[in-house]
Structures are given as C-alpha cells and as structure tokens.
C-alpha cells in the first residue's frame, strides 16, 4: 500500500494511493499518518478497507512529506562503498551516523532553497526507513517487524558548511528544505527486497545519480538493531540510509545546485521526487 499527505503545508490530511493513481482521502479513519497510526498492526487494518468506500481527491493536490510527527531524522554518512570513494573517504568501520534538523522536512516535489552564504549544495538520494512501533534494543533479525516502510529521500547538503565549518555533518545537512521526504510511505509488502531497489538522480534533464540499494554497506535491518542499541526508535522517526555514487562533489570539476535548477529523484517502487531550486 502506498500512503501519502495531501494538501497545504502544515494542513495535510491523510490518503493512499488507488490502484489506478488516484488519491483516496482517509481522514474519515485517522487523523494524520503519524505515532500509533504507524504501527504495523494499523497500517494493515487501513489497506484492509474497501478502496472504493474512499472519496477521490480531486484535482492535483500538493503531495506533503509522506508521514507527520518525525521526532528523530537519522541519515547514515558513506554507506555505499562506490559513493565513499567518490568522496575520497574510506567506508567506516561502524556506521557513520548523523541527525538532519526534523525543521527541514518539506513534501517531496516543493521548492529547495539555497541557504544564504552556500557556495556547495549538493543532492543525494537516499532511501529512507520509516519506523513503525517503538524499538529498543531489537535484534537484527526481528528489525522489520518496527519498521512501518519505505520512502524517498532526497538529503540536500551544504557541502562547506558539512565539512568545514568546525563542526559536525549536522549544520551542512539541517538547512530549512533540506529533507524532501516522500511522494509516499510505501509499505513492507510491496517491497520485498528493499536492497535491490534501483535509484537515480538527475539534475536539468542530466543523470548524475544511477545506482542501485544492493551497493549499501550497512543494510536495512542492521541498521535498525544499531540504532535501537542507541536509543530508542520511535514511530514516525527516519533513517535515510545513505547515497549511492553521482553527487555534484564527486564531479571532475564538483558541480553544485543554483537558483532554476531542478532535481528529479527516485527509487524502484517508491516514487519519486521533482524539486525547484530558489535562493533562501
Ligand atoms: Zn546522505
């Protein structure tokens, strides 16, 4: 099942997405798509219901980011093997790990702003991993039973500001706009391999970005019992699991996002992702 956030920024109700493409409004059942609606148990009773019992929304209403209430915006630095080397780094021992601001959480087709004083921001798509039900201290093999699904993510980085304003990744990666995050939440049962899932990037029309999940060091469920050894995970919260080979500072010379451009992004069975680029 695929589930998405409709309408204005800060008003969105919650819907899925029909068999044919159309979305279907699900705010008479919850609220929002967020805490407990998250939980494994209740996204199965929502794609249980009758679809067709469900009002079409019409027109072309804009898409929010796919779930509501994300406490913790996990990314995962260096997980690809071929995008370390691309950055001159080696892969990690552990897990590199780093938190985007949960402030820069926009839908994933609105406009990106290039923070005043950048001179490097950068694209990165990413899959991200939804958590479905508290996890504390879970075991690798049980990790998917928290994990509610998967998303696109798009992990905008100010590359300067990751690398060499004396500090940690988190001032390039938190900048408002930096975390488009959706068209959906797309559930475990449609993807049942997410390390073999295709994924791209282009900017104005060129690929950059064209590699596939199966090249991710630290995989899916790993990442999970990691994190849950470290704190406990909460429904809603994202762990953007790093980017493949193909970002603007791996090019010869390092090419980087200007006002007009625009990103498209996807994955394999989760959708994808249009942004604008404005000046902040
Ligand atoms: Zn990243």
Redesign the pocket.
Known sequence: MKFLRFGNAGSERPGLLDKDGNIRDLSSHIDDLTGTALYPGALAKLAALDVDSLPIVSGNPRLGPCVAGTGKFM?I?LNYSDHAAETGASVPAEPILFMKATSAIVGPDDVVEIPRGSVATDW?V?LGVVIGKPAKYVSEADALDFVAGYCVCN?I?ERDFQAKRSGQWTKGKSCDTFGPTGPWLVTKDEIPDPNNLAMWCDVNGHRYQDGSSRTMVFQIAFLVSYLSQLMTLHPGDII?T??PPGVGLGQKPPVYLKPGDVMELGIEGLGSQRQEVVQG
Do not use: A
């Open positions: 990314c630095g990165e990413e992990d980085s953007s790093g980017t």
